[in-house]
């Protein structure tokens, strides 16, 4: 995890008794922009946890452009100019006060920094090589601390609610890394199928893969293929997946679909 600043708890206590605050759309902007990304790179790495295997290349790309896309986010709401901020619908909101910019930058992007630097060494064009199961846990570890720091730093600018809160969905232990937990949203839900879909159809094109895509005109699945990915899905979500239910399936947001309402009614 990114090293504390040395004065975080005055900085803290700052915040707090000087009531800085981030506005309830720059927050809607930070968890929806940064907490999916680091729910998609979680997600990529519970899978290999799961299955105690190597994160392959083509994944492990994945997560460079994730920690890229948080890296600008970061970048642009840190901005000092109200000028230069490339959401203007937001600009009432901006900037924010220098103590809460150097906050974000510090703890968000020294951690992403790490993750991209242990996933650049697997990607390095001179040896390329999968990221091996006991480097993830460090990229968990990371993105845990950015999933935490957001959370600590949004209760105290008093703005955290039910809805906003991220979850370290993906620490390495019996009870959070066996099935999916049912206040996932179906966007959650969306990523994990298309990693299963991603690692087990090697010739899917992944962009193709999206909520609307029809599996047989669009992906070229033939019913065989999506047999086995509902195979491989009912391990993963730990729940059969009825005959007369696979009939029904025609994108990939129906399978989506049936998944979320099961894992919300289990």
Known sequence: MANPLPNEKELFEQIEQERLGISDDIW???YNRIGDDITAINLICQCSLMDNEAIPINEARMIIQHTHHIKDIVNHVTLAKIDDFPFPEF?????????LREMLTHYIGNDVYIINLIVQDSIDPADPHPVPPEVVKKIVEHAGTVAAFMNKLCSATLRLGDGYCLQDDLQNNDSKRSHLKKEWSRGDVFIKVSNVIVRNFKSCDQKKIKPQSDFIKDLGF?????LKLVAVLEKVFGFEIQKEDIKKVRMIDDLVEHIYHKLSNA
Do not use: G, H, W
């Not at 600009?91 to 006060?97: A, F, G, I, V």
């Open 28 to 30: 809607d902007l930070l």
């Open 91 to 99: 600009s009432e909101s901006m900037p924010l006060d220098p103590v």
């Open 222 to 226: 033939d019913l065989p293929a999506i």
